[in-house]
């Protein structure tokens, strides 16, 4: 009988944090015990809708979500509607949601239901870390309950929203440093592989011809994802889905080369802030805290994603 790996998705859905809800619960390897929200893609209250949209289109009005933090925990907020849109989830068309979220914050959500895990829980952030942080600040008696921290965020390399810094850890890098920082084993799928996880349009055409609504979905959110990646100076062929590669790394980690290093955040440089420092030479007598991730079968990844759509069939 597979074991499967529980989970707490942590997100800001985003079309990639949507294409990563959708292909973990199309994997029997996955127990997705909860959703909770964080401000980043979009606001708050959108990010939120949208999860709850999700589940609905889904048939998964049984997963429970909870709303988190509504600003970073030092910062203004910053959203990325420039390249998700006004909905957050703009291309498709999404139902209401069919539910209510929990009448609980996010934090509270997740530290209620790793009390009560019989196993550790893994945590997959995939937007700010914020309530991760907090979660981590807040409960310290429940750091054994938690496996692992598999994020999506930061680069060993060149950033996306400043020239040293990624998207997610630059919108709240006080919560990351939090987090890099508590001794939890960390598992960073940032740039350096999800910009190698490229879908090309070749590929949406291969979603959209499985023929399920979830395919149909996919795909659509795909083909709005693509406009803002066409821009030549990222140098893309087609757009990185960088959420899903968390999901993909939990399911088949085969398909991803990494290496053990340590991982620092840049809390204050006025040109480096929010910039993930990795030790990948041993350079300083750091402790390594991270598995870095950085390579993937990009091919490999494009055949589990299109497996695990033709589960909605």
């Not at 809390?267 to 350079?283: C, E, I, Q, W, Y």
Request: charged share 20%; proline share 9%; glycine share 8%.
């Amino acid at each position: 009988m597979l074991k499967k790996i529980p989970i707490i998705l942590d997100c800001d859905p985003g079309h990639d944090d949507a294409i990563a809800l959708i292909l973990a619960l199309a994997s029997p390897e996955i127990e997705l015990l909860g959703v909770s929200t964080s401000a980043g893609n979009q606001t708050p209250d959108k990010t939120l809708n949208n999860a709850l949209r999700l589940l609905t289109l889904l048939g998964r009005t049984d997963i429970p979500v909870a709303g988190g933090a509504k600003k970073p925990l030092c910062r203004e907020l910053i959203i990325a509607d420039n390249v998700h849109g006004e909905t957050g989830l703009d291309g498709p068309e999404l139902p209401d949601p069919a539910f209510e979220p929990l009448p609980m914050t996010g934090v509270e959500m997740m530290a209620h239901m790793l009390s009560q895990a019989k196993e550790p829980v893994t945590l997959v952030p995939t937007g700010p870390q914020t309530n991760i942080a907090l979660l981590l600040a807040s409960y310290p008696e429940l750091h054994p309950k938690i496996k692992q921290i598999v994020l999506m965020g930061g680069s060993a390399g060149p950033g996306n929203w400043t020239p040293a810094a990624e998207f997610n850890i630059y919108v709240d890098p006080e919560a990351a440093d939090i987090v890099f920082k508590s001794g939890i084993p960390i598992v960073m799928c940032g740039l350096d592989v999800t910009h190698q996880a490229q879908i090309m349009q070749a590929d949406i055409d291969r979603i959209r011809a499985i023929g399920n609504p979830i395919a149909a979905v996919v795909a659509d959110l795909l083909d709005f994802f693509l406009i803002y990646h066409k821009d030549p100076k990222w140098g893309f062929e087609g757009a990185p889905l960088h959420d899903p590669c968390t999901i993909a790394w939990l399911v088949k980690p085969e398909l991803f080369t990494t290496q053990t290093c340590w991982v620092g955040i840049e809390t204050s440089g006025p040109k480096t802030l929010g910039m993930t420092v990795a030790d990948r030479f041993a350079l300083t007598d750091n402790t390594p805290n991270t598995e870095l991730v950085l390579g993937v079968d990009r091919l490999g990844f494009v055949d589990l994603l299109v497996e695990r759509l033709a589960f909605y069939g």
